[in-house]
């Protein structure tokens, strides 16, 4: 069964999507079946993996208002070694957010889309949108665990707390399963006394739930979106590539680290 992981940030410009869509290249090279999911309005995976959304005739929102199958809208995205599969979205998601907010199982519809699906890979990222809202709410019920993308500044620390605690009441309602996958610092300036002491305040109250890969800014890393292509594809050799393939190693040990705890108990 593949691995369900939101990639949720309440904080707009962490390099959310950013993670998303070069973390599941990354394992996605690795030989790991991978299935990369928009359900943020504003469409940034689906437009950075090379997908017009203009051209798109169904989406992620006809699948959560229960008008297509998840199976029907899957893309391959053909990156040579790296690639893997995406469900696009595109404005309208705004709309059947709207149009949600009065179904009954609203927070489930997504669990519920994923469920024939789910075997057929072996990881599953979900692209929330930067908001607490019922998208996001969608995503953490249908996910094993939230991996949590955050700029080393002050204001991102107070974000931090609201999600945590959102979390929380997701797992204390809807989904007793959901954890913390990891919390990815990005954006990194180690020259900045700012960015060395917010990290060091993360690894003391987080510990091991802090990734200790870090990726740094990149302007190959920036530019990739344009070029339609994840910055593995675009540039290889930049220092954002080699930091989503040390991070796609650092989540392959740590699964590998659980399997046989998991299996105890």
Do not use: W
Not at 30 to 57: F, H, M, Y
Not at 139 to 152: K, N
């Amino acid at each position: 069964m593949g691995r369900i992981i939101a990639v949720a940030n309440q904080k707009g410009g962490v390099g959310k999507t950013t993670t998303a869509v070069n973390l599941a290249a990354s394992l996605a090279a690795t030989r790991r079946r991978v299935l990369l999911i928009d359900i943020d309005p504003q469409s940034n995976a689906t437009t950075g993996s090379g997908i017009d959304k203009r051209k798109l005739s169904t989406t992620m929102a006809d699948v959560l208002l229960g008008e297509a199958a998840l199976a029907e809208i899957v893309q391959t995205l053909d990156f040579n070694q790296a690639s893997f599969d995406i469900a696009p979205t595109s404005g309208d998601l705004t709309t059947a957010e709207v149009r949600l907010v009065t179904e009954l199982g609203r927070e489930h519809r997504l669990k519920k889309a994923l469920e024939p699906v789910v075997d057929s890979y072996d990881y599953i990222f979900i692209d929330c949108p930067p908001a607490l809202n019922l998208l996001t709410v969608n995503a953490l019920s249908a996910a094993d665990g939230v991996l949590i993308p955050m700029q080393c500044e002050y204001y991102a620390l107070e974000g931090l707390s609201a999600l945590t605690e959102t979390i929380q009441r997701i797992r204390e309602t809807v989904n007793p399963r959901l954890r913390i996958e990891g919390i990815l610092r990005t954006l990194y300036d180690p020259r900045s006394n700012l960015t060395s002491d917010v990290s060091g305040q993360l690894i003391m109250h987080f510990k091991d739930q802090v990734y200790r890969t870090v990726i740094p800014r990149n302007v190959r890393l920036a530019e990739a979106p344009s070029h339609g292509a994840p910055v593995l594809i675009y540039d290889r050799a930049s220092r954002g590539a080699l930091a989503y393939l040390a991070l796609a190693g650092e989540v392959l040990r740590r699964e590998q680290a659980a399997a046989p705890a998991a299996a105890a108990s």
